[in-house]
């Protein structure tokens, strides 16, 4: 396995860490505003968004797929972690989504 393989199998260990956090808020009613449409129009934005984007970079040779999967990697340990946080300020007990 190379190394933009290896970041991508961490990214979707990751991105299932995410959703375990979004799935608690909305069970918990941390946010009201999420509705199926708005979700999914969200979603969609982003992946157009952040496609398009590496997509250009890509191409113009400004960050290679490692670099950017790297990126990816770190952006969504960080989301992770702000779940982790925001569960850990609501109930007072520190809990690992990933």
């Known amino acids: 396995m190379n190394r933009v393989d290896e970041l991508k199998a961490e990214y979707m260990k990751l991105l299932h860490a995410v959703q375990t956090g979004v799935a608690w808020e909305i069970e918990n009613h941390v946010n009201d505003?999420?509705?199926?449409?708005?979700?999914r129009v969200g979603v969609n934005s982003?992946?157009?968004?952040?496609?398009?984007?590496?997509?250009?970079?890509?191409a113009k040779g400004i960050v290679s797929e490692?670099?950017?999967?790297?990126?990816?990697?770190?952006?969504?340990?960080e989301e992770v972690e702000a779940y982790?946080?925001?569960?850990?300020?609501?109930?007072?007990?520190?809990?690992h989504l990933g």
């Not at 505003?33 to 979700?39: F, N, R, S």
């Open 33 to 39: 505003a999420a509705t199926p449409k708005q979700l």
């Open 46 to 58: 982003a992946l157009i968004d952040s496609s398009a984007l590496a997509r250009l970079l890509m």
């Open 84 to 95: 982790e946080r925001r569960i850990f300020n609501k109930v007072g007990i520190m809990v």
């Open 66 to 77: 490692e670099e950017y999967f790297g990126q990816l990697v770190d952006t969504a340990r």
